[in-house]
């Protein structure tokens, strides 16, 4: 991924996080499935948290690591290499034990000559050890009047940490005026011990399963952290289930919500949505400077060179609109558009609006009717000049497009003395497919080549099955850093995306081969129900398209064959 154009580039996402640990305390429910322990926060004036269902946990101690000699089950080292951490790992470990007892009543801890936290639940000696911490220690404790490490040694106790696993890692949202980085941990409840509130962090406890714990009738303030905590233990049978697939974790990546604005205001995005890398490559400080929605007719600067506004033409084959892109050169100040969208006048009006120099040519990646239309008018409003390819055939196309200059792929156009935009010949969408690679960015406007979050439709006899799976693996020898689709936010990590792209086509092509196998001669509206059984009915006219595609490209290699409408393996 390439540096962020935004001043905040070198932002360090950590400087600003407090050091914090959590732990998820499970237990086991009869008709099966878990209970979490839940804690209602304390009602605070400009506290994010304040009133939210959490977990257990908080901010570490520098005394925590006083405690190392007394942990059972874990060692810094060990702790450290799980967290990827180069020392002080066990920190957390301790913090996440010592809030627990403070703020929820439980002692993970042993006697140092007991078997386990389990085992020693049962002995009489251990019980009063237990009130004695609760009596002469918490307090103190809670108070930071004391260390965990001096509850250990004045009551001969280990902390006993063979049951917990490293289950998450989460990083408050860049932005926020209180940031935490929290290491998550997971374990069962200690057997005989009740939970008991502080009534000072934590002024309500919950057993909850967890998916009571998301329902909204119960009305809990859930940070978006804990909702998808919520959501990940609710796919564990047993307490032990959760410990072994944290356990099982080859690495624990680190989540990071961003936030961003929309037009009801401002919420948090998390790594999963659409808008998630754009908004780091914008605003990776947080300053309000990144939108997690698209509106037509917003102006969004994604780097000095390029900005997008969007069409107002949102739809099930355009998703929120049809993007229309600005590229420029600081220094000269002139600009190209790519992609002028459909003949609107509202959306020619936004463009010639955002334009911050002059208009001097129109680039069209394809002639569909949602992206080039708008090329004729507005080559009249600038005296810009067009330029594009004519497609093969005509059906569906764009009848007015009439470029003033063909574009066949490699030339290079110069936007200045530090811009230039490569064009590549992309087939299979369409006959005429163009992408612009921006070379100083390694930005890649992609049209309808890749799109953001779904796959295109290859429609016969203009689309090309085999040519487009040919376009999409000559992206590889390419540096490209981002995609700027034709629908949708930036994309990152663009060959990854490919990889998946070509995987999936392949998979669906499997997908006919079987079913050309099983069905025999059929028809295209018998076999599109079985290769697109995992596809809602209603989008079937459109898979149909595609289908089309795979089957003449199977026949092109000698795979397939039609004879009188029907389809079958050659």
């Known amino acids: 991924m390439s540096p962020s154009h935004s001043p905040d580039a070198a932002y360090d996402i950590y400087a600003d996080a407090r050091k914090a640990a959590t732990v998820i305390v499970l237990r086991d429910r009869p008709e099966g499935g878990v209970e979490v322990l839940m804690m209602r926060r304390a009602e605070r004036d400009g506290d994010m948290r304040s009133g939210a269902a959490v977990f257990p946990g908080g901010v570490l101690d520098a005394r925590d690591r006083d405690a190392h000699v007394h942990v059972r089950g874990w060692d810094d080292a060990q702790a450290s290499a799980r967290m990827a951490l180069p020392a002080g790992g066990l920190d957390y470990l301790v913090a996440a034990v010592r809030e627990c007892f403070e703020e929820v009543g439980l002692l993970f801890a042993s006697p140092v000559d007991a078997a386990g936290v389990d085992a020693a639940a049962h002995e009489p000696a251990f019980a009063q050890v237990l009130a004695q911490a609760h009596a002469q220690w918490r307090g103190p404790m809670q108070r930071g009047e004391q260390p965990v490490a001096a509850l250990c040694e004045a009551l001969g106790l280990h902390l006993d940490l063979r049951e917990w696993a490293y289950f998450s890692h989460w990083l408050t949202p860049p932005g926020q005026p209180r940031r935490f980085d929290t290491r998550f941990f997971v374990t069962r409840a200690p057997v005989r011990q009740q939970a008991e509130a502080d009534y000072g962090e934590a002024v309500e406890l919950m057993w909850l399963t967890p998916q009571a714990a998301l329902d909204p009738a119960r009305g809990l303030k859930l940070l978006p952290v804990t909702r998808e905590t919520l959501k990940r233990l609710d796919t564990f049978a047993s307490a032990q289930a959760a410990i072994d697939h944290a356990r099982a974790q080859r690495e624990v990546t680190l989540t990071m919500p961003r936030r961003a604005e929309t037009a009801k205001g401002q919420r948090v995005v998390l790594p999963h949505e659409m808008a998630y890398a754009e908004i780091g490559r914008i605003d990776p400080a947080g300053r309000g400077l990144a939108f997690a929605d698209i509106v037509p007719g917003r102006v969004v600067r994604l780097s000095p060179r390029v900005l997008r506004i969007t069409a107002p033409n949102a739809g099930m084959m355009t998703g929120p609109g049809t993007n229309s892109y600005l590229v420029g050169d600081p220094a000269t100040n002139r600009w190209t558009v790519i992609d002028p969208g459909p003949d609107d006048a509202s959306h020619r009006q936004a463009l010639l609006e955002a334009a911050p120099g002059p208009v001097e ?10 992206h080039s239309p708008g090329a004729a008018p507005l080559s009249r409003a600038t005296g810009a000049p067009v330029l594009g390819r004519r497609p093969l055939h005509a059906a569906g196309q764009d009848a007015t497009f009439a470029p003033d200059e063909e574009l066949f792929g490699g030339e290079l156009l110069a936007l200045g003395p530090d811009t230039t935009l490569r064009v590549l010949h992309t087939p299979g969408h369409a006959s005429n497919h163009l992408c612009y690679l921006l070379e100083q960015e390694h930005t890649l406007f992609t049209g309808d080549h890749v799109m953001q979050g779904s796959t295109v439709v290859i429609n016969p006899p203009d689309g090309d099955m085999a040519a487009y799976l040919r376009a999409l693996e000559a992206l590889h020898a390419i540096r490209i850093d981002w995609f700027a689709p034709g629908h949708g936010f930036l994309v990152a990590q663009p060959h990854e995306v490919v990889r998946a792209l070509v ?22 509206e018998v076999l599109v129900e079985r290769v697109y059984e995992d596809v809602p009915a209603s989008l079937h006219p459109v898979a149909r398209r595609s289908l089309l595609a795979h089957l003449l490209k199977l026949e092109s290699e000698g795979r397939a064959r039609c004879v009188t409408g029907e389809w079958s393996a050659a």
């Open 361 to 370: 040519r129109i680039l069209v990646t394809h002639t569909h009717v949602d």
């Open 503 to 524: 995987r999936h086509r392949l998979g669906r092509e499997a997908k006919v081969v079987s079913a050309l196998a099983a069905a025999g001669p059929a028809p295209i």
